[in-house]
């Protein structure tokens, strides 16, 4: 079983509609999750983290935590062709790792014109 | 401006013929880490240190040396490169807090043929 598990998609929502990602994650001792963009061939660059159950919102971007179900998500709503990229979520914190940073294989999200 | 800086951005080499991408920092971060990023396996973990003179392996170590003299810089070592360590390559950093994140750098092409 993988550590981090993500639908590779492509996952594809038309303009103005919300997309929904989602991740799953294997160690309950993890303690912060984290939301990645990454655009091809450029490096990672953070849209948001979360560690305490329930949602967070920064702007369009709402991540959602449950940590019974081990489950981690990133809703985007009003989506722009601009949030067309691949998404990566992280995990931190699992058993023995204090600072590692695990990573899922990310979701190709495809914003429509 | 704060950032991590990778060297070179391409390089296409031959088996063989040792390498070193060097990685800098100018964040004062405690924690740095390498990682190579396939295509289907996402991010993975290459070697990671926690403070000057620390250094452990991650998920992916084989064929890799690092060194960490000085808290700003990581670099990543080749000795003997095969065609297999032909990936893209990201140098991250972060302070060592739960929930700080990992800034990345911008990334080195290899090819080794």
């Known amino acids: 079983q993988k550590e981090v598990e993500q639908n590779s998609g492509p996952l594809s929502v038309p303009e103005g509609a919300i997309a929904s990602l989602n991740c799953t994650y294997s160690?309950?001792?993890?303690?912060?999750f984290f939301w990645y963009r990454q655009y091809s061939g450029k490096s990672p660059e953070l849209i948001m983290f979360?560690?305490?159950?329930g949602d967070k919102e920064d702007g369009r971007f709402t991540a959602q935590l449950n940590k019974a179900s081990q489950y981690v998500s990133l809703l985007i709503r009003d989506s722009q062709p601009s949030d067309s990229a691949t998404y990566l979520c992280?995990?931190?914190?699992?058993?023995?790792?204090?600072?590692?940073?695990?990573f899922g294989t990310g979701t190709r999200l495809q914003v429509t014109l | 401006e704060a950032q991590v800086t990778q060297n070179p951005r391409y390089l296409i080499t031959v088996t063989g013929k040792k390498l070193t991408v060097t990685c800098s920092q100018n964040?004062?971060?405690?924690?740095m880490s390498w990682y190579r990023q396939d295509p289907g396996l996402g991010l993975r973990q290459i070697y990671y240190?926690?403070?000057?003179?620390?250094?452990d392996k991650g998920d992916v170590p084989e064929g890799y040396k690092v060194s960490r003299k000085e808290k700003r810089n990581f670099p990543l070592i080749l000795e003997s490169p095969s065609p297999n360590q032909t990936s893209l390559y990201f140098c991250?950093?972060?302070?060592?807090?739960?929930?700080?994140?990992?800034?990345f750098g911008p990334g080195t092409r290899l090819t080794v043929l």
């Open positions: 991250a950093s972060s302070l060592l807090d739960r929930d700080n994140e990992q800034f």
């Open positions: 160690d309950r001792g993890s303690q912060s």
């Open positions: 979360i560690y305490s159950n």
């Open positions: 992280a995990v931190k914190g699992g058993t023995g790792t204090a600072s590692k940073l695990t």
């Open positions: 964040m004062n971060h405690e924690y």
């Open positions: 240190s926690m403070n000057v003179e620390v250094t």
